[in-house]
């Protein structure tokens, strides 16, 4: 006799944006085989694959990101960001945004990546254990900069002229000679969003924070973010951070890095623009992979927004289109759906949609610590007995181990 089981029920949906080449691909293996054999799926569907960009001249991008702000909750797929290439390939219409970007400013959102980490892929710093999260302002200091090239002797200067005209200045450099010269800004709003951002994922995941920057050179940009987070801490935090028996702490940019280098991991690194950018290539780059590392867009007003760090792997989907056999590894947006599921089961008080989460993850660890993994992970994997599934027999692989578990 068959046994039927019940499928867990949802209560409220959760925003499904679709995306781009492979990844679109392995987006509906994930669906048919792991999701929606267990659960009543409900999601208020958005398909930000570049052709439908093109078709509604990206308004979809920015319906989907006002509906996350609805719902609270978003899986995304990678999507492509066109370039001139992509504007023949695509016939566009226009050269449109990165999604990613519109939907972090429409969020005002802070960017936390995480790599997924089994036995057998092992980290290069021998000291890690757990997970190093990266949270990565996004907003503002060299990459909304002001640049001049100095073509010889002059005073540079920095000028704030007021609203009503009156003006403050500051010597920047008198130079002698040719040089270099560049003006910078952030915004207390951004800053402070970026905090509380921050101070909300550690609480959710129940890790400590750290927060780095160069206050002692840069007396009043760097300490203003030190003051921000500070004051947010200490106004909005503090009992709650002790309540969860986790600590905030701030300290200097280089004695962050040294300390990182000494962890067992387990914490949340906050970081400025700049340097997130630099350290999460480090990170995910140490711990093994791109294609194990999870990303995660939240909101200070708690919206989240779930997917892979890894990009639409272009490569393997016109090896796909060939018809010829591809290993790409779907664990990244395999954990995407997976924390937009527990979220959701959190939010709406479902225990089943997180408990679901944790044995579907639990069943793609197992899968690859039983030697079962595509090509990427085979190349560099310290286990010796092997198997080299392709993009379709791993999820497949990942189902036989959840009924097994
Ligand atoms: P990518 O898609 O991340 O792929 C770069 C290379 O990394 C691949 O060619 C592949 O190496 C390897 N790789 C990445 N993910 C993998 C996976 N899941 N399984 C196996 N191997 C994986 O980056 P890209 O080629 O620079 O970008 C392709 C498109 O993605 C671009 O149009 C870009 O705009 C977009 N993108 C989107 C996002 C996003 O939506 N969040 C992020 C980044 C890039 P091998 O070819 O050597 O096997
Ligand atoms: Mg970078």
């Known amino acids: 006799m068959e046994i039927i089981m019940e499928k867990i029920r949802m209560s409220t949906p959760i925003v499904e944006m679709d995306g781009d080449e492979m990844t679109r691909i392995l987006w509906k293996m994930i669906k048919e085989e792991l999701i929606c054999p267990y659960v009543d799926l409900k999601t208020e569907y958005y398909d930000l694959g570049l052709e439908n960009r093109n078709a509604t001249d990206d308004q979809v991008t920015v319906d989907s990101a006002n509906a996350v702000k609805k ?16 504007m023949e390939e695509y016939q566009l219409k226009e050269m449109w945004k990165s999604p990613n970007g519109t939907i972090r400013a429409i969020l ?22 757990k997970p ?71 609480l959710d995941i129940r890790q400590d924070l750290w927060f780095a920057a160069k206050d002692t050179i840069s007396k ?14 200490d106004s909005e935090y503090k009992e709650k951070f002790a309540e ?34 630099v350290m999460s290539d480090m990170i995910s780059s140490a711990f093994g992979s791109l294609a194990m590392m999870t990303s995660v867009l ?26 010829e056999e591809t290993s790409t590894n779907s ?13 959701r089961g959190e939010l709406d008080a479902i225990p089943e949609l997180g ?17 079962k993994m595509t090509k990427d992970l085979a190349l560099i994997t310290s286990l010796s007995d092997v198997t080299v599934l392709n993009s379709q027999d791993f999820i497949r692989a990942v189902r036989a181990t959840y009924e097994s578990l």
């Open 108 to 129: 005002d959102g802070t960017v936390f990546r995480a790599p997924i980490i089994v036995k057998g892929i092992e980290p290069y710093v021998r000291s890690w254990k």
């Open 355 to 371: 408990q679901f989460a944790d044995r579907l993850e639990r069943a793609v660890i197992a899968t690859i610590e039983g030697g």
């Open 331 to 343: 664990v990244a947006t395999i954990f995407a759906w997976t924390g937009a599921l527990r979220k």
């Open 132 to 202: 190093i999260t990266i949270a990565r302002h996004a907003y503002g200091d060299v990459y909304k900069n002001a640049e001049m090239v100095i073509p010889g002797p002059g005073r540079a200067e920095l000028v704030y002229t007021a609203e009503d005209g009156s003006e403050t200045r500051t010597t920047v450099f008198d130079f002698k000679g040719a040089g270099v010269l560049q003006g910078m800004h952030n915004l207390n709003s951004s800053i402070a969003s970026f905090a509380r951002s921050c101070f909300n994922y550690a």
């Open 244 to 277: 969860a028996g986790i600590t905030y702490f701030y300290t200097l940019i280089d004695d962050a890095v040294a300390r990182v280098m000494k962890s067992e991991g387990g914490f949340i690194w906050a970081c400025k623009n700049y340097d997130g950018d």
């Open 298 to 323: 939240v909101s200070p007003d708690g919206n989240y927004e779930y997917e892979a760090a890894h990009g639409t792997v272009q490569r393997h989907y016109y090896k796909y289109l060939k018809g």
């Open 220 to 233: 009043k940009y760097d300490h203003t973010f030190k003051d921000i987070f500070q004051e947010i801490f």
């Open 71 to 86: 719902y609270g909750v978003a899986v995304k797929c990678a999507t492509i960001t066109p370039n001139a290439a992509r």
